[in-house]
């Protein structure tokens, strides 16, 4: 696994300001990669239809979680993502969000423009 503190970092001080983050840039860039270097985060790869299972009763799913960081890979495979993430943002405020994905940019703007306590790293 390949260290990458200055990432880290920023990812942990935009937690400080918001629950959810978006990390977004262009295939094969190293965000999953970097995601599954996150100490004690529960991990879904949201490219396997069975997350999109997992997911379909957010209450539940986010209540069942054990570990205080979530990471959705690829979160905008998943059927309506900008309510799951304003689910997490607004019922769950103490869980850590890192959605993940390489879909356009106005695909992010959109999603998260309906996420209240969000941020975007790229």
């Known amino acids: 696994m390949i260290e990458r503190p200055l990432w880290m970092e920023r990812m942990e001080q935009a937690w400080r300001q918001a629950p959810v983050l978006w990390l977004t840039g262009v295939r094969r860039a190293g965000k999953t990669v970097l995601a599954q270097g996150l100490a004690d985060a529960e991990y879904l790869n949201c490219d396997l239809p069975s997350s999109a299972e997992r997911v379909s009763d957010p209450e539940r799913f986010f209540s069942s979680l054990s570990k205080p960081i979530l990471v959705l890979d690829e979160v905008h495979q998943i059927p309506d993502p900008s309510r799951l993430l304003k689910i997490a943002a607004d019922a769950f405020p103490l869980l ?3 959605a993940t994905g390489s879909s356009t940019i ?3 703007r959109k999603a998260f423009s309906q996420v209240r306590g969000s941020l975007r790293c790229s």
């Open 106 to 108: 106005e695909e992010v």
């Open 96 to 98: 850590k969000v890192l």
